[in-house]
């Protein structure tokens, strides 16, 4: 069983940048390969970015590349996904997830946080 926990969301400008944290729980957590989705309103759930247990392998949506990274920290139980030059369509609440291989499709996601909202503004 792993316990998800994100923070890091908030308020920010257009151009601007956040770094969302994801808190584990559970003694397996570098076993896990971790991910970040979104979801804005009306709209459904979007894939961003996974990470493998060994950090070896990214991946992520085209949408986001070359602005976001996803990193984790096994000693910490804490994976990080650093946003930059955020724009309006970027605003959407964020999950955390993890699962035992990475995946860009949320049904293979065993565990997901409650969610962080991310808000830019133009």
């Known amino acids: 069983q792993v316990q998800l926990v994100e923070s890091g969301g908030g308020l920010v400008q257009a151009g601007g940048s956040l770094r969302l944290s994801c808190a584990a729980s559970?003694?397996?957590?570098?076993?896990?390969?971790m991910g970040w989705f979104r979801q804005a309103p009306g709209k459904e759930r979007q894939f961003v970015a996974y990470?493998?247990?060994?950090?070896?392998?990214?991946s992520y949506a085209d949408s986001v590349k070359g602005r976001f990274a996803i990193s984790r920290d096994n000693a910490k139980n804490t994976v990080y996904l650093q946003m930059g030059n955020l724009k309006p369509e970027d605003t959407a609440v964020y999950y955390c997830?993890?699962?035992?291989?990475?995946?860009?499709?949320?049904?293979?996601?065993?565990?997901w946080g409650q969610g962080t909202q991310v808000t830019v503004s133009s």
């Open positions: 997830v993890a699962s035992n291989r990475p995946s860009r499709w949320s049904h293979e996601y065993d565990y």
């Open positions: 990470i493998s247990w060994d950090s070896a392998i990214t």
């Open positions: 559970g003694r397996t957590f570098s076993s896990y390969a």
